[in-house]
């Protein structure tokens, strides 16, 4: 097909379009999404009073608040890398976010040190927190993921990893409201690792999941 | 671009026809080294893909950015794309075909006469001849052939290998001759 000829196609296929909002706007809209989403399944599995102790510890409190940062940074940045154009200082705010998160825990293994003994720290596999974070994150990642195809796949592989980056550092928070944690180090270590492999995972899946796509009807003018 | 996200057909296809040398230029000048159509393909690739995020421009931000992000996106999967099948294909030299390289044809014996070889068609029976004419002169298909002849592909199969064995008996005794 010539060019000339594809130029026009696309001309009488142009219609009125409906901007997608700023980056930023959508990820607010996930994140609350995702928020009353999460928030209905604790208020459904946590034990009775788990809440209102949890919450006592003003360190785990910071802990829950940067790890919704790093969601909702983490959402931010995968809906801005599909807007051509955009400058990539966003990807700065969830490597902020992550240090904080785990900082905060990190601290609240030092904490552990100091009142258990570096040989006391009570270190448990953590598989149902795992588990919590794969079952419970996968909806809003889903949900993320079809928010990103409306948009360019000009990076996929990060833009994938961003966003289930951001929906896993979310569910995190669900796993760690739910069932209590003796040690932060086990947090760390069991959250942490889970929610980097997944992006991982996400990475190498990236280009599967997010690929260029045209309507059907313009396939006849695919090169 | 705002006023082709406002439904505006015409102004699409100015901007379309405005920046599509723009686009052959920066994608001549990366690919250098592909030839013209691979050129006009990745130019094609970058259009249906414009088209297909043009939901993405923001009016209130600069058109260039935007649709330079996009052709440089489509350049490099192009290139990655290439290397891949570079990776994957054996260029090799088109092979001396057996029976076009005289060279490699010691035990080919060609046949001068064809008055013979037609005289020798014609004197096999009518289902071998026209399996014979079907296959080996108008060279179609078994599939071709059996539909035009309304024999089953198996029949025309045994009918040919008749056909040629009647043959070479009949060409053998004449060249004896």
Redesign the interface.
């Known amino acids: 097909?010539k060019?000339e000829d594809?130029?026009?196609g696309?001309?009488?296929?142009?219609?009125?379009?409906?901007?997608?909002p700023?980056p930023w706007v959508r990820a607010a809209v996930w994140v609350a999404a995702t928020t009353i989403y999460l928030a209905g399944l604790v208020l459904f599995i946590a034990p009775p009073g788990r809440l209102g102790a949890a919450f006592v510890d003003l360190r785990f409190s910071f802990e829950q608040v940067a790890a919704g940062l790093v969601g909702l940074t983490a959402g931010a940045a995968a809906l801005t890398t599909?807007?051509?154009?955009r400058s990539r200082r966003v990807l700065v705010a969830p490597i902020v976010a992550g240090v904080l998160w785990s900082g905060i825990v990190a601290f609240g293994g030092v904490q552990d040190a100091l009142q258990y003994g570096a040989t006391g720290i009570p270190l448990r596999t953590d598989w149902p927190c795992v588990a919590a974070i794969v079952l419970t994150g996968s909806l809003p990642a889903v949900g993320l993921v079809h928010m990103l195809r409306?948009?360019?796949?000009?990076?996929p592989r990060m833009t994938v990893a961003l966003a289930v980056l951001a929906a896993a550092a979310l569910a995190n928070v669900t796993a760690c409201l739910v069932r209590p944690h003796d040690s932060s180090l086990t947090v760390l270590a069991w959250h942490g690792t889970s929610v980097l492999a997944l992006c991982g995972v996400a990475g190498v899946l990236g280009t599967s999941v997010l690929k260029?796509?045209?309507?059907t009807h313009?396939e006849g003018?695919?090169? | 671009m705002r006023a082709?996200?406002?439904?505006?057909?015409?102004a699409?296809?100015q901007l379309?026809?405005h920046i599509?040398p723009r686009i052959?230029q920066i994608v001549g000048r990366r690919r250098g080294f592909a030839g013209q159509a691979d050129v006009?393909?990745?130019?094609?690739?970058i259009?249906?893909?414009l088209?297909?995020?043009?939901?993405?421009?923001?009016?209130s931000?600069?058109f260039m950015?935007?649709?330079?992000?996009?052709v440089r996106?489509?350049l490099a999967?192009g290139a990655r794309r290439h290397a891949r099948q570079g990776a994957r294909e054996v260029h090799v030299d088109d092979p001396a075909v057996t029976f076009t390289d005289p060279a490699a044809n010691t035990d080919y014996e060609g046949f001068e006469d064809e008055e013979a070889l037609h005289h020798a068609i014609r004197s096999l029976s009518k289902g071998q001849r026209e399996a014979i004419e079907l296959l080996k002169l108008k060279e179609l298909s078994l599939k071709e052939a059996a539909a035009a002849s309304g024999s089953s592909i198996g029949a025309l199969k045994v009918a040919t290998h008749r056909a040629m064995i009647a043959l070479r008996r009949t060409m053998n005794r004449s060249h004896e001759d």
């Open positions: 097909m060019t594809l130029i026009v696309l001309a009488r296929d142009s219609g009125l379009v409906r901007r997608l700023h599909v807007v051509p154009g409306r948009g360019a796949p000009l990076t260029w796509t045209w309507s313009l003018a695919q090169p | 082709a996200q406002a439904g505006d057909s015409d699409y296809l379309l026809q599509t052959r006009e393909d990745l130019v094609q690739d259009l249906l893909s088209h297909a995020v043009r939901t993405t421009y923001d009016p931000r600069p950015p935007w649709l330079l992000a996009i996106s489509r999967d």
